[in-house]
């Protein structure tokens, strides 16, 4: 169930970003452009040479843009539940996990794409794999871990707000939570507090873990538990995260039975609909159609109705 379910909310969220081209482009060149311009702007003013600077920069940025998942799960989610679709969602009998699921695994899935020529550019301005290729593979796949984390903790922020504007403000803070790690720059030059701050800031965390697998550069000595251990560290943290914010309280499991059903049970001796039937018109929803108003019979016998037609 969870897998019909899930797959049926990939597809609404890829069939969302492709009628959204210009956010879709914008978000892909971004980070390219960051790398241009920190590479070649910042770095000429820090003691680091142009290259060596840059190769410690492009894992930084990475992780930076992984980042960014908390502001766009937290927009996402918040859109839906202001426009009223979470509460359509919560008429059908679907999984409780299945629309984070589905966001977070398109988002992820986007976020691989673009990671592809943003490395490419990497490898343009003098950053290389100095690593084996089993690091870089987990280290690909520890920025998408950090990235799924990000996507579901900006989820539960979005479900809080509730709010397109709240989660649009809320969402551009997030920007300063690079700015206080080791994305940018090396911490050792920082002040005492601050240092500590920006240790055990969890970017800082993703961003040596990521320059250690790809053999850019070393783990500093002396540093927080965090960043001593990044790699142990990340692997723990990012699951962790992300099943504090598994919660979906706005979808239940299954409508007209059981703890938080948002139907309108009807006792009807009459042959309903089977769940297969409903789980059928919810895919068809989430990729853009309007079905009418649908009728479900329940695990518990009773008849549960859905919501009215509407754009989803």
Same mark, same amino acid.
């Given at each position: 169930?969870?897998?019909?379910?899930? *797959?049926?909310?990939?597809?609404?969220?890829?069939?969302?970003?492709?009628?959204?081209?210009?956010?879709?482009?914008?978000?892909?060149?971004? +980070?390219?452009?960051?790398?241009?311009?920190?590479?070649?702007?910042?770095?000429?003013?820090?003691?680091? $040479?142009?290259?060596?600077?840059? /190769?410690?920069?492009?894992?930084?940025?990475?992780?930076? *843009?992984?980042?960014?998942?908390?502001? *766009?799960?937290?927009?996402?989610?918040?859109?839906?539940?202001?426009?009223?679709?979470?509460?359509?969602?919560?008429?059908?009998?679907?999984?409780?996990?299945?629309?984070?699921?589905?966001?977070?695994?398109?988002?992820?899935?986007?976020?691989?794409?673009?990671?592809? $020529?943003?490395?490419?550019?990497?490898?343009?301005?003098?950053?290389?794999?100095?690593?084996?290729?089993?690091?870089?593979?987990?280290?690909?796949?520890?920025?998408?871990?950090?990235?799924?984390?990000?996507?579901?903790?900006?989820?539960?922020?979005?479900?809080?707000?509730?709010?397109?504007?709240?989660?649009?403000?809320?969402?551009?803070?997030?920007?300063?939570?690079?700015?206080?790690?080791?994305?940018?720059?090396?911490?050792?030059?920082?002040?005492?507090?601050?240092?500590?701050?920006?240790e055990w800031n969890p970017i800082s965390a993703v961003a040596t873990a990521l320059r250690d697998l790809f053999g850019n550069a070393p783990v500093p000595d002396g540093a927080a538990w965090p960043v001593a251990?990044?790699?142990?560290?990340?692997?723990?943290?990012?699951? =962790?995260?992300?099943? =504090?914010?598994?919660?979906?309280?706005?979808?239940?499991?299954?409508?007209? /039975?059981?703890?938080?059903?948002?139907?309108? +049970?009807?006792?009807?001796?009459?042959?309903?609909? =089977?769940?297969?039937?409903?789980?059928?018109?919810?895919?068809?929803?989430?990729?853009?159609?309007? +079905?009418?108003?649908?009728?479900?019979?329940?695990?518990?016998?009773?008849?549960?109705? /859905?919501?009215?037609?509407?754009?989803?």
């Open positions: 169930m969870l897998a019909y379910d899930g *797959t049926a909310m990939l597809g609404r969220q890829l069939l969302r970003m492709r009628n959204n081209p210009g956010l879709l482009i914008l978000t892909q060149t971004m +980070p390219v452009s960051m790398l241009l311009f920190f590479g070649y702007v910042f770095g000429s003013a820090l003691a680091m $040479p142009g290259e060596a600077y840059r /190769s410690f920069l492009v894992p930084g940025l990475l992780v930076a *843009t992984a980042a960014g998942g908390i502001m *766009t799960g937290m927009f996402q989610a918040a859109q839906d539940t202001h426009r009223g679709v979470t509460d359509r969602f919560r008429t059908l009998p679907m999984s409780r996990a299945a629309v984070p699921l589905g966001q977070a695994a398109a988002d992820v899935v986007v976020t691989a794409a673009g990671t592809v $020529p943003f490395l490419l550019v990497g490898l343009a301005v003098g950053w290389r794999v100095e690593g084996g290729l089993l690091e870089a593979v987990g280290a690909v796949a520890l920025l998408m871990l950090f990235r799924f984390a990000c996507v579901w903790a900006g989820i539960f922020l979005g479900l809080l707000t509730r709010n397109e504007e709240a989660a649009g403000q809320l969402g551009g803070a997030t920007f300063l939570l690079p700015l206080l790690s080791s994305a940018y720059i090396p911490t050792s030059g920082l002040p005492g507090w601050l240092r500590t701050v920006a251990h990044p790699v142990a560290g990340r692997c723990c943290g990012a699951p =962790c995260c992300s099943g =504090c914010s598994c919660r979906w309280p706005c979808v239940s499991t299954r409508t007209g /039975s059981g703890e938080g059903a948002a139907g309108t +049970p009807e006792p009807d001796d009459a042959p309903g609909h =089977c769940r297969a039937g409903m789980r059928h018109r919810l895919g068809r929803a989430a990729l853009g159609y309007t +079905p009418g108003a649908a009728a479900c019979r329940g695990d518990d016998g009773r008849r549960v109705r /859905s919501v009215a037609p509407g754009a989803v």
